[in-house]
């Protein structure tokens, strides 16, 4: 007979295969994203690359206001601000980086060489400033209610655009440029005519290791505890704060994680385009986010995924009827939020569909045989 | 001197225009607790009917070109509640953020096509001289100028007895205050509210109008129209939301550190470029400030929100 | 019955059944444009298409431009010239023997969308060439796919130096900004003989806080001085202290580089501020919009432009009168641009070995001495054209020719 410590410690789990569970799905995250560069790219051609990577952009994008807007429920539209930060502080590091410390303005290696790193330095390196400014913007409006919290990222956002155009111009030359050191060369962003000649780092690998696991982290979030204190601050602000939740601390944590990968998409974004104009990234850019995430369904992820195929998709679908496009996206989103307010998703994933059950718990009848 | 009188002509001026667009804003918050984001798109519309009915119909004097425009904004303002908001009055107040965003874009695309108002500026100037009207201590009063301060006090003046001397201005307010409880003291609230978007589309028009005058018209698509919304919607934040003497003090306040304040900054700072650059973020870090320090607004009361 | 439960459901699968017949509509949409354009290969992506150019059958240009949007007027000019040009070529027989057709996909004004627009027209439709954008800011997020596909671009109207080093397949029939402001800078200095200049300039615009610098060095290299330097931000004119403290510093003249649609009202404002310096412009000002806005007031002033519709050379004359009787309007800089790009493009086409990519750059960079609408001019080895401007003066509401300057 075991003694009852045995017994006890055979069930506590393995900590070596408790953590590699869990870490299991961000590894098949990144090897899928692999796949989908090295085959999936060249098969599907240069054209659908090019939509898959502004799908994957911008899934990033709105599954990270996704945590704001829809899990927590707070109204921040000016996700563009965070973008444009993150998109200037990578594009820092990898054109003057490459120049300092490659020489050249072009892409240096092959995969995972040392342009590629530098890239996701960069990366990084926007998602950690994005997020510094997640923390300066959110302490003290996170105080405020809802509305005004809608009013202050707006402002943000503008003024992170202004911002942005005052800063000196950007230096092109190369001789000139490895005459300064990083640090000089902090504010010279290129001003109103904006960054360009960023190396085209951006590729499906990326982009998509950052969207899957972006999406698992808010798989997590969602059923966790911390994410079911974000849905209640949601529900009912006062009510969370009654049963405990630091609402405030909450709230600032979840801005801040948006913050971060709203700079890791700008960044991205950066890279494909190879330009920042900062009057793109302004609040035209963070209306769209926020209507991605509300029509796919806020707090659902299946709903972030289809939402950002379809605002993506559709505008190419209807580049024929170009002076009328906009109108007919304008009466379909109208539509949809008076037919369908909670989004095409609402809260539900796919595999809670009543669809989806009906159909697997007959594929699982089948397979036991018939009705036992 | 002359300098100092001209610069508060034109700060008062731009009050006027801010506080008539502000009015707008705050008023359809005030009942509805919604940012209706359509409205800087009525200010376009009513800017470029005014040209429209001006130049199809010559035979109009402005007054008659001013009150005709107000007419036809307010129906659209009427027209577009009651078809895009009124079925989302119990929907998640996000949800009708993205419909007023959906309407925006609806109303600056269609004002695009060529069988509307097209996409090209235009000027109206043409269409009335901006002669001096009279000239005190070397600084001329301009017509423009003139119209709008006069149009705006009295336009706001009426909007305050209307709302705090009638039956129907204290319904307004007490729909704002409690639509339930309004509702069960026999308060028709579809009307108010309806009424409220009428009033505030109404003026959105004679604003536009007004900015049409001073800035010629940009296309209905140009962000110059989002952008002057939001300056009036802050102005209507800063003084105190829901409040109409708080949206004039707002107007007024932007105004004053848009025009007055920068006037003085840039001439003190003329050695740095950048200091003057930073116009529009004057305005967002005013408004930042006062909603950390008296997110009630300047004129606006602290309410305790019950559970 | 709950209809609300039963609405949300169907409204749901119906919503998602639309989606995959848009998808699907969309696979074929981009199918059958590759078809329509006659370049034959099968494949719906274009993938292995795109280095398979057939010999026989149209020859394919594309031609990314802001159609729709804020700016569509510069698109929709250089649009038309260009079909203006290619329909002229096409009745005398087309570029080696075969007709020419162009794709024009609209960019909207935004640069992600340019980089799309010129992503397709190399994939989707086998375009040899492209010509495009007039927004230095959209060449720029163009330029690159088109240097790295070997496809040679010609943007007919971006002024910013970046534009043509980006690659070698990138080239221009415009001249350049710091061109531009030298020359404005000549003119104020000799011409008119001002010696204090004030600069009002958009700083949302790179095109003119460009401009404002070059001609700020230009003008002091000269001898000059810049009696004070203001911004405002495009759209926004609540500029009357900016105009005060110009007033202030009373200059002979102001440089007002903006686009058009500020600067007929901003000039206008100025007048009535008692400020009664001439202003000068750069091309940004080319519109018939512009003399509406400013009213009496733009009489008197100057801008610097590619052309001007009233210059005596036939070629001018010429093409004025055929845009004129195709579209009932007058040609504006921008389509005296674009009509010469494309006329460029023939050219290098014609005496290029092949279409190939670089056969047809080499041609392209060989151009000498081409005579088009906007003046003689050659490529030089930046692949920037070697031209001279033109000054244009408003009187009584037009525009006449002032002077032409060289370099």
Redesign the interface.
């Known amino acids: 007979m075991k003694s009852l410590q045995d017994r006890v410690s055979a069930l506590r789990p393995n900590p070596i295969a408790a953590a590699g569970l869990s870490l299991a799905p961000f590894v098949a995250a990144v090897a899928l994203a692999f796949v989908m560069d090295a085959a999936i790219g060249p098969a599907v051609g240069a054209t659908w690359t090019k939509i898959l990577l502004d799908v994957g952009i911008a899934i990033v994008l709105a599954g990270s206001l996704n945590v704001v807007n829809g899990y927590a429920g707070q109204f921040s539209i000016g996700h563009a601000g965070f973008m444009l930060v993150g998109a200037y502080a990578a594009a820092w590091l990898t054109f003057y980086g490459s120049i300092h410390w490659f020489d050249t303005k072009d892409t240096v290696g092959g995969f995972m060489g040392n342009g590629q790193l530098l890239f996701l330095a960069g990366c990084l390196l926007g998602g950690v400033i994005a997020s510094v400014f997640g923390i300066i913007v959110g302490l003290p409006s996170l105080r405020l209610r809802g509305d005004y919290l809608a009013i202050v990222t707006l402002g943000f956002g503008e003024i992170v655009r202004v911002l942005g155009q005052i800063t000196a111009r950007q230096p092109k030359n190369i001789a000139v440029i490895q005459d300064q050191s990083m640090a000089a060369l902090a504010n010279k962003l290129g001003g109103a005519e904006g960054f360009s000649q960023i190396p085209g780092y951006t590729r499906l690998f990326f982009v998509y290791a950052f969207a899957f696991i972006l999406l698992i982290l808010i798989y997590r979030l969602k059923y966790s505890s911390k994410g079911r204190a974000l849905l209640a601050v949601r529900e009912n602000e006062i009510a969370a704060e009654a049963m405990g939740v630091d609402t405030t601390r909450a709230k600032v944590v979840a801005f801040v994680f948006s913050a971060f990968f709203a700079g890791i998409g700008g960044a991205l974004y950066a890279h494909q385009v190879g330009a920042i104009d900062p009057k793109e990234l302004g609040f035209q850019k963070s209306i769209d986010l926020v209507i991605i995430v509300v029509i796919g369904g806020m707090g659902s992820i299946t709903g972030i995924v289809l939402g950002a195929t379809i605002l993506v998709v559709l505008p190419e679908v209807f580049r024929e009827f170009s002076d009328y496009r906009m109108i007919v996206y304008a009466l379909a989103l109208i539509l949809v939020m008076i037919l369908r307010p909670q989004g095409i998703m609402g809260v539900q994933e796919l595999w809670e569909l009543p669809l989806w059950r009906k159909v697997t718990a007959k594929l699982s009848r089948s397979q036991h045989g018939g009705a036992k | 001197m002359s300098?100092l009188l001209?610069?508060t002509i034109?700060t008062l001026a731009?009050g006027g225009l801010y506080a008539l667009i502000a009015l707008g804003y705050t008023l359809v918050?005030g009942i509805l607790?919604?940012?209706n984001f359509a409205h800087s798109d009525i200010v376009a519309w009513g800017g470029w009917l005014a040209l429209t009915v001006a130049s199809s119909a010559p035979v109009f004097a402005m007054p008659a070109v001013l009150l005709i425009t107000m007419a036809i904004c307010a129906l659209m303002g009427v027209s577009i509640e009651f078809l895009?908001y009124r079925?989302?009055r119990k929907?998640?107040?996000?949800?009708?953020?993205?419909?007023a965003?959906?309407?925006?874009?609806?109303l600056?695309?269609?004002g695009?096509?060529d069988k509307f108002f097209g996409?090209?500026?235009?000027?109206i100037?043409?269409l009335l001289a901006?002669d001096v009207l009279v000239t005190v201590a070397g600084v001329?009063l301009?017509l423009f100028d003139a119209m709008t301060i006069v149009l705006a006090i009295v336009l706001v003046v009426v909007l305050e007895r209307l709302v705090y001397g009638t039956k129907m201005g204290r319904a307004m307010r007490a729909v704002s205050f409690d639509e339930r409880t309004a509702s069960l003291m026999g308060i028709n609230v579809n009307v108010v509210v309806s009424l409220t978007f009428a009033i505030g589309s109404a003026l959105a028009a004679a604003g536009g109008l007004l900015f049409a005058f001073?800035?010629?018209l940009?296309?209905t698509?140009?962000?110059?129209w989002?952008?002057l919304g939001?300056k009036a919607?802050?102005a209507a934040?800063v003084g105190g939301i829901g409040n109409v003497r708080g949206a004039a003090a707002g107007a007024l306040l932007i105004a004053f550190v848009?025009?007055f304040v920068?006037?003085y900054i840039?001439?003190l700072f003329?050695g740095t470029?950048?200091v003057?650059?930073?116009?529009?973020?004057y305005v967002?870090?005013i408004?930042?400030l006062v909603?950390?320090f008296r997110?009630s607004g300047l004129l606006g009361k602290a309410t305790v929100?019950k559970? | 019955m709950d209809l609300r439960g039963w609405l949300d459901t169907t409204v749901c699968k119906a919503s998602l059944a639309l989606i995959a017949v848009a998808a699907i509509a969309g696979c074929n949409n981009m199918g059958a444009e590759k078809k329509a354009n006659g370049s034959g290969a099968g494949s719906a992506t274009g993938s292995a298409g795109a280095t398979v150019k057939p010999e026989t059958g149209p020859i394919v240009i594309g031609h990314f431009a802001s159609m729709t949007g804020a700016q569509a007027t510069f698109g929709i000019s250089t649009d038309r010239a260009i079909r203006l040009a290619v329909k002229e070529r096409n009745a005398k027989g087309g570029v080696k023997g075969r007709q020419v057709e162009v794709v024009t996909i609209d960019d909207a004004g935004k640069q992600t969308e340019a980089a799309t627009a010129v992503t397709r027209l190399i994939n989707d439709s086998n375009a040899v060439a492209i010509l495009g954008e007039v927004a230095s800011s959209l060449s720029l997020a163009g330029g690159p796919i088109a240097q790295k596909a070997g496809v040679p671009m010609v943007s007919p109207s971006s002024t910013n130096p970046d534009v043509t080093d980006v690659g070698d397949y990138i080239f221009r029939v415009c001249f350049l900004d710091d061109f531009q402001g030298w020359v404005v800078a000549k003119f104020a200095f000799d011409n008119l003989k001002a010696k204090k200049v004030a600069i009002l300039y958009d700083q949302s615009q790179a095109y003119s806080s460009g401009l404002a610098d070059f001609f700020e060095k230009a003008f002091k290299q000269m001898g000059g001085t810049i009696a004070t330097r203001q911004a405002y931000t495009g759209g926004n004119l609540e500029i009357s202290s900016q105009l005060q403290q110009i007033k202030n510093a009373n200059p002979d003249a102001i440089f007002l580089p903006g686009y058009y649609s500020d600067a007929g009202t901003i000039i206008r404002k100025a007048r009535e501020a008692g400020i009664k310096a001439v202003f000068l412009g750069g091309d940004g000002w080319d519109s018939e919009e512009l003399p509406k806005i400013a009213g009496d007031a733009i009489n008197g002033n100057y801008f610097a432009n590619h052309y001007a519709p009233e210059e005596p050379r036939p070629e001018v004359k010429d093409f004025v009168e055929k845009y004129r009787k195709e579209y009932s309007s007058t040609a504006d800089g921008l389509a005296a641009l674009g009509y010469d790009a494309a006329l460029v493009l023939f050219d290098a086409m014609e005496r290029a070995p092949s279409l190939k990519g670089a056969d047809l750059r080499d041609a392209l960079a060989a151009t000498k001495n081409f005579t088009g609408v906007t003046g003689t001019f050659s490529i030089d080895k930046n692949r920037n054209a070697q031209k001279s401007a033109v000054i244009v003066e408003y009187k009584d509401g037009k525009q006449i020719m002032a002077a032409r300057i060289e370099k």
């Open positions: 300098d001209q610069t034109n731009v918050y607790r919604f940012i895009a079925p989302l929907a998640p107040r996000l949800n009708v953020l993205i419909t965003i959906g309407v925006s874009l609806f600056q695309n269609v695009l096509l996409n090209r500026p235009k000027g100037s043409a901006n001329e301009r001073r800035n010629d940009r296309q698509a140009d962000a110059s989002v952008l939001l919607f802050v934040v848009e025009v920068h006037r840039s001439a003329s470029q950048w003057a650059q930073l116009q529009d973020v967002f870090a408004l930042i909603l950390m997110p929100e559970v």
